[in-house]
């Protein structure tokens, strides 16, 4: 079982719709979680960190969080072009001073 | 303020050869982290660096090294680099050490082995 999974994509979403990307994790003792955005070409850039168990909202972004199902999910409210990127899912090992990434959903917003 | 940088942008190596990367992070970051990224997977930890001390190793050959400097600056070594070493290097940066601070890229140096 891989550290952390997410679908590989693509998922397509029409523009002003609910992006919703998903991602799950093996070790229950993770306790950071973080998702960034990879445009093609380009070096990963952070979108949101989440560290307790809810939601976390920051402009057309929330992060939700589930610890007892070690899931993590990000959607993207009225979803634009400029949002077509590949997501990347990524968890803060305790003790090991170390993220492990998911292998990163590519998502593409249609005009 | 300026964000985390990285030198070269782009690399071209022959096999055998070593290669040294070069990152500045963020004013104010103590710790830096390198990752390596191929084409289709999500970066993968090579080492983590704070107030120059090895604070973290992921699972690569002892062909690769890191070290800090006073600065906080950061350097990746690669010796007799193999076809499979190409890739985007990765350099990031956070305030302290530990799982709970947030880590910010560079733009990345593109390695190409032939």
């Known amino acids: 079982q891989k550290e952390v999974e997410q679908n590989s994509g693509p998922l397509s979403v029409p523009e002003g719709a609910i992006a919703s990307l998903n991602c799950t994790y093996s070790?229950?003792?993770?306790?950071?979680f973080f998702w960034y955005r990879q445009y093609s070409g380009k070096s990963p850039e952070l979108i949101m960190s989440?560290?307790?168990?809810g939601d976390k909202e920051d402009g057309r972004f929330t992060a939700q969080l589930n610890k007892a199902s070690q899931y993590v999910s990000l959607l993207i409210r009225d979803s634009q072009p400029s949002d077509s990127a590949t997501y990347l899912c990524?968890?803060?090992?305790?003790?090991?001073?170390?993220?492990?990434f998911g292998q990163g959903t590519r998502l593409t917003i249609n005009p | 303020d300026a964000g985390v940088t990285q030198s070269p942008t782009h690399l071209i190596k022959t096999r055998g050869q070593h290669v040294t990367l070069r990152c500045s992070p963020i004013?104010?970051?103590?710790?830096v982290s390198w990752y390596q990224q191929v084409l289709g997977q999500g970066p993968q930890f090579i080492f983590q660096?704070?107030?120059?001390?090895?604070?973290g190793r992921g699972n690569f050959p002892d062909r690769f090294s890191a070290r800090q400097f006073p600065n906080y600056s950061s350097e990746l070594n690669v010796n007799a680099l193999l076809l499979g070493d190409s890739a985007l290097y990765l350099c990031?940066?956070?305030?302290?050490?530990?799982?709970?601070?947030?880590?910010?890229f560079g733009p990345g140096t593109r390695l190409t082995v032939t």
């Open positions: 990031a940066s956070s305030r302290l050490s530990g799982s709970s601070y947030e880590q910010y």
């Open positions: 070790d229950r003792v993770s306790q950071s």
């Open positions: 989440i560290y307790s168990n």
């Open positions: 990524a968890v803060a090992i305790q003790g090991a001073q170390k993220l492990v």
């Open positions: 004013s104010g970051h103590k710790s």
């Open positions: 660096y704070y107030e120059k001390e090895e604070r």
